[in-house]
């Protein structure tokens, strides 16, 4: 099995500071692809070693990128503190890093006066010190990503395009892209990937939509924070519906399309000098860019979902080590105790509930989202026959610290099992 001491200098730099910045509390995407087409044919701009994502007390999300270099000297640090800043202002980001076991004097000096925070050898070392068994996990172990992740999604093993864009996709532009404009194409991605994929390389995309889904969810969740219930939710639909245009626009351009056939119809009635004949013609401007049919559903279970906003980043941390340990064929418990401190039972039913919105309003097959769903281990099927079963306390955990929605005459259910409050939660 690949572990740290297997890999070259800098991608063993890396995983570190992916390790180190998980057990600070962010969630963690590396190797981060900015693509741009151009002229039909795609061209990675730049790539950013690790993306990191966290929500505060409000629910905003916040966006950091962090770029490692491992080279001996001072040569092109500057350089990188000024590529962050750049990188930084084109994406909107909330903290700038820049990771290289040993940093110039100099370096340092210029780094004070700019927002780019410095990571060194020292400070990873302290973050390390402090762990406990295991130091590795998740997409931070090399055991998971080179061995097992890396080849389920090698493009030879892809084979469709469609596949291959889907995972580019999936990967890398949806997570710095607006939430309601990610949200809108991944009930087609889950669709292809069901239709066109198998195997191992399935479950890897199915693990990579089912994070994107809980980060759309907590992301529109902190958006209908920020307004009352029927505004946020109205804007949040209007989102859902924009196309080429706004909604609003669309819906001006099919009124003024009304009033034109409109007044064809008068014109022509009396041109032939017959009587009026009553017709039932439905207005473009009440047909025009609806929202998805799915949109309320999605609402009440993002609105769910944010309702212990203290836990809102561990939710993608919890689903990322119980997703790719269990794909791994390892038992998650051990790395969600080091790693997560949250309430585990709330986060498995958080992500349990992901997985069923997904069957129920986007009616999506798979085996994951059935195992998620009726709340048993997840485990892979690949993995070892002699691994100990998953902890059922999760399962079974108190009703009250469940994320809940209320019944349609106002009340809520505090005492029913894992799958009949998820059931609760998406029947909204």
């Given at each position: ?70 080279r001996k000297g001072s ?121 066109e994929s198998s195997g ?207 019944d349609k005459d106002g ?18």
């Open positions: 099995m690949t572990g740290l001491a297997d890999l070259k200098k800098g991608a063993a730099w890396e995983y570190r500071m992916h390790r180190a910045l998980f057990a600070s509390g962010w969630y963690v995407r590396p190797n981060v692809d900015l693509r741009e087409r151009v002229a039909g044919s795609p061209q990675t701009m730049a790539e950013v070693d690790l993306l990191g994502l966290s929500f505060d007390a409000g629910l905003n999300a916040r966006l950091l990128v962090g770029e490692c270099k491992d040569t092109k640090e500057a350089d990188r503190v000024i590529w962050l800043l750049g990188l930084g202002e084109l994406l909107g980001v909330d903290e700038l890093l820049f990771a290289k076991p040993s940093i110039a004097s100099a370096t340092v000096h210029f780094a004070g006066s700019t927002s780019v925070a410095l990571h060194d050898e020292a400070a990873v070392l302290r973050i390390e010190a402090a762990l406990a068994a295991p130091l590795l996990a998740g997409t931070f172990d090399p055991a998971v990503r080179e061995d097992h992740v890396r080849p389920a999604v090698d493009r030879t093993v892809l084979g469709d395009s469609r596949l291959r864009e889907a995972y580019d996709w999936i990967h890398n532009a949806s997570w710095y892209e607006e939430p309601l404009a990610r949200l809108r194409r991944l009930p087609g991605y889950f669709r292809l990937v069901t239709s191992s390389t399935r479950e890897v995309l199915m693990i990579e939509g089912l994070l994107a889904v809980l980060a759309c969810g907590l992301q529109v969740a902190g958006q209908l924070r920020r307004h009352a219930p029927q505004v946020g939710r109205a804007l949040a639909s209007e989102g859902l519906a924009s196309g080429a245009a706004s909604a609003s626009a669309l819906r001006e351009i099919g009124a003024r399309a009304d009033e034109y056939y409109r007044d064809v119809f008068e014109r022509l009635t009396e041109a032939t000098g017959g009587a009026r004949i009553m017709i039932d013609v439905p207005r473009l401007a009440d047909n025009i860019a609806p929202p998805p049919r799915w949109a309320d559903g999605f609402f009440s279970f993002a609105e769910s979902l944010g309702g212990r906003p203290e836990a809102a980043t561990d939710v993608l941390r919890f689903a990322e080590l119980e997703l790719f340990e269990s794909f791994a064929g390892r038992d998650p418990e051990q790395a969600l105790r080091t790693y997560v401190r949250g309430d585990h039972g709330w986060l498995a039913t958080a992500l349990a509930s992901a997985g069923g919105f997904c069957q129920r309003y986007w009616s999506i097959e798979d085996a994951l989202l059935q195992r998620l769903a009726a709340g048993t281990p997840i485990r892979s099927k690949n993995s070892a026959a002699d691994m100990p079963a998953a902890d059922t306390d999760r399962a079974t955990m108190p009703a009250t610290d469940a994320p809940e929605a209320s009340t809520t259910s505090s005492d029913e099992s894992l799958a009949s409050r998820q059931a609760s939660l998406l029947d909204e």
